[in-house]
């Protein structure tokens, strides 16, 4: 199996994205009227949004056209589905490259020639049918180079439409998906209107933090490059880690014990090695500085123009710690989404705090370079940085 661009891609990208379309679960009911209506406030709510977060923060984007090269995209789940394939296509290229080389002659070529293709595509459309139904939001730091959109699929069609790629990387899209913010306004029980603009208000500084920051992306997609290119593509060695990390585990599953207890977040901590644990260190380090500002922003401009943010925040947290079920929860901790969402917690108390110490134009420093960004300890330790940093 090849990809539309001719070399073996390692995953039926389009197989991907026809299982998880038919896997994933449909949306809650609503009318056509009702879906365009939840739409346009969308797109109204992510162009007011834009305003506030600027303001709030103080950030602006590096130059004139920056926020407008990144486009805002209102999505149904395949096309978030669709969206994802193009992004993971981008930034696994390298690795994909590596898999290639070693793939002739090598015992990894009876693992991948067992494997197939069309199996990993499998795999990972069931992973992104999973996935789809869970995010409202998000920031695609590595989304393909434009044009970004298919035609639509009518003339009447109110999602836009990703287009698959590849076209190389580009500067950044922000992504909405609205059956996942309807569903979720309604088990919350939360005022609608009020619901999207608070979810506006996070994904809009994830772009705010892109465009204002420029070095920021290359900075990430470098670190990313860097853990793929550490990846050992050698199946025996890669079976050692896995024995070696069960003995370590006494016999559990990794990431399935209680809250605080030690070991691995999620599948893929077992597999890595010393130094791709050094770069996820920093990776994590950013990620959290990313994901607590954005939730501190949408709450500290949500007073001002979101009337019932205060029970929005409440009921939203309290349906983050819980989980939808059990299976939900296993699922969470085996994809290392538990992780994630200690992301926000350990985040915000960092931009708290430092905030707090120096105000939001001291806290601003850290978007001066790479090394201004706080190191792993640090984001649990605000007035480390602001000794490093800021005095």
């Known amino acids: 199996m090849t990809s539309a661009s001719g070399g073996a891609d390692m995953v039926d990208w389009n197989l991907a994205v026809a299982t998880a379309t038919r896997l994933v679960r449909p949306g809650p009911e609503v009318s056509r009227a009702e879906a365009a209506a939840v739409v346009a406030e969308l797109r109204r709510h992510a162009l007011e949004a834009e305003e506030h977060v600027r303001t709030f923060t103080g950030m602006r984007s590096s130059s004139l056209g920056a926020a407008a090269a990144t486009p805002v995209l209102i999505v149904d789940r395949p096309g978030w589905v669709r969206a994802n394939v193009a992004g993971f296509r981008t930034v696994v290229q390298p690795l994909v490259e590596k898999l290639q080389a070693r793939r002739s002659g090598s015992a990894a070529a009876g693992v991948f020639g067992a494997v197939g293709e069309k199996a990993t595509g499998i795999e990972v459309g069931a992973l992104l049918a999973f996935l789809a139904t869970k995010v409202l939001g998000q920031y695609e730091t590595f989304a393909p180079a434009e044009p970004s959109l298919e035609a639509p699929d009518s003339p009447a069609a109110l999602f836009d439409k990703p287009r698959l790629g590849p076209d190389g990387p580009g500067p950044g899209r922000l992504l909405l998906v609205a059956p996942n913010i309807v569903h979720v306004e309604r088990e919350l029980d939360v005022h609608p209107a009020d619901f999207r603009l608070w979810v506006c208000l996070h994904e809009e500084t994830h772009r705010t933090q892109f465009t204002a920051v420029p070095w920021l992306r290359d900075h990430i ?171």
């Open 221 to 391: 997609q470098s670190e990313v490059q860097s853990f793929l290119a550490e990846t050992d593509v050698d199946p025996g060695a890669l079976l050692d880690r896995l024995r070696d990390a069960a003995g370590s585990l006494g016999g559990g599953l990794p990431g399935l014990g209680g809250r605080g207890e030690a070991g691995p977040t999620g599948l893929l901590e077992i597999v890595q090695s010393p130094s791709q644990r050094e770069i996820l260190g920093r990776l994590t380090a950013v990620m959290s500085l990313l994901e607590g500002h954005a939730d501190v922003v949408m709450d500290g401009v949500g007073p001002a123009v979101v009337p019932s943010v205060a029970e929005i925040r409440e009921k939203f947290q309290q349906r983050r710690d819980r989980g939808a079920n059990r299976l939900d929860l296993v699922l969470r901790r085996l994809l290392g989404m538990d992780a994630k969402l200690r992301q926000y917690q350990d985040g915000a108390v960092f931009v708290r705090g430092v905030v707090e110490q120096v105000g939001m134009d001291g806290f601003n420093r850290v978007w001066t370079s790479p090394n201004t960004l706080p190191t792993k300890e640090e984001i649990h330790d605000p007035s480390a940085w602001v000794a490093r940093v800021v005095r």
